[in-house]
């Protein structure tokens, strides 16, 4: 099925966005009750080491509620740790003025930004913005792009999300029990569906060592396409310890 261009790229990104979206705790078979304290700790542990994930799926929880001027500060922040959707929903937002005055020059910036690993859904937008683009606002798209690239582009936004995954996986892998081994299994919507995380797969290595994780990014966003998914809103079935709500590297709130 081809990708519907005439469809909003916010819409088609709401759904993929989802994707390696914030982990929910859940049940899982028999195993009890999710809110026992080692299911909290590994729900916890999981959102504070990807932040690229938090940040993202808390924009689109507050697009949904049409808090757009927030969303966007959700999806800065995530776009500082490499995250490529996050990057896409900034740039459509400055595309519609969503949370933002509209500027058709940034957006075309953050989506160029958005589409620096070839990805698909990317890659396509990027072009029509280009197309749309006046002769200035060409000329200042490529100025403006170039400072994005300086703060966000995968060469300084790629160590930044690898050095706070780092200093996680060593708290989380720490933290081993034997008691949560099967209590706990964590949800991450798709394009294809639902992937649940079981405690037994919880410390794979795509989760925590940043060449694999970075591969299953890949794998799932190169080639997805917007208009065949179908995503619901995000539930969380559990109340996981809150995360640090900063960007865990000294930034702002």
Request: no cysteine; proline share 7%.
């Amino acid at each position: 099925m081809p990708l519907n261009l005439t469809r909003p790229l916010a819409a088609s990104l709401l759904a993929l966005s989802l994707s390696l979206a914030l982990p929910a705790a859940a049940q899982s078979g028999d195993q009890g009750p999710v809110n026992e304290p080692g299911a909290e700790v590994m729900a916890a542990g999981f959102m504070n080491a990807h932040p690229d994930l938090m940040y993202r799926s808390r924009g689109v929880e507050r697009f949904r509620d049409g808090d757009y001027e927030e969303a966007f500060v959700r999806f800065t922040r995530a776009a500082r740790f490499a995250d490529k959707p996050s990057q896409g929903m900034l740039g459509e937002m400055y595309w519609t003025g969503q949370g933002v005055a509209q500027d058709r020059a940034m957006a075309y910036a953050w989506m160029d930004l958005a589409a620096e690993r070839m990805w698909r859904p990317f890659v396509i937008k990027r072009e029509m913005y280009w197309n749309e683009l006046s002769a200035d606002e060409r000329e200042r798209a490529l100025e403006e792009g170039q400072k994005l690239y300086a703060e966000y582009g995968d060469a300084v936004a790629k160590p930044r999300k690898e050095q706070v995954m780092s200093r996680e996986r060593k708290n989380v892998v720490g933290s081993r029990t034997g008691a949560v081994s099967g209590a706990v299994s964590i949800q991450i919507p798709g394009p294809g569906g639902t992937e649940t995380i079981s405690a037994k797969d919880y410390y794979d290595d795509r989760y925590w060592e940043a060449d694999t994780y970075w591969a299953w990014q890949e794998r799932v966003w190169k080639e997805a396409r917007p208009a065949m998914v179908d995503v619901g809103p995000l539930t969380t079935t559990a109340n996981p310890t809150p995360p640090r709500d900063d960007d865990t590297d000294g930034s702002p709130r």
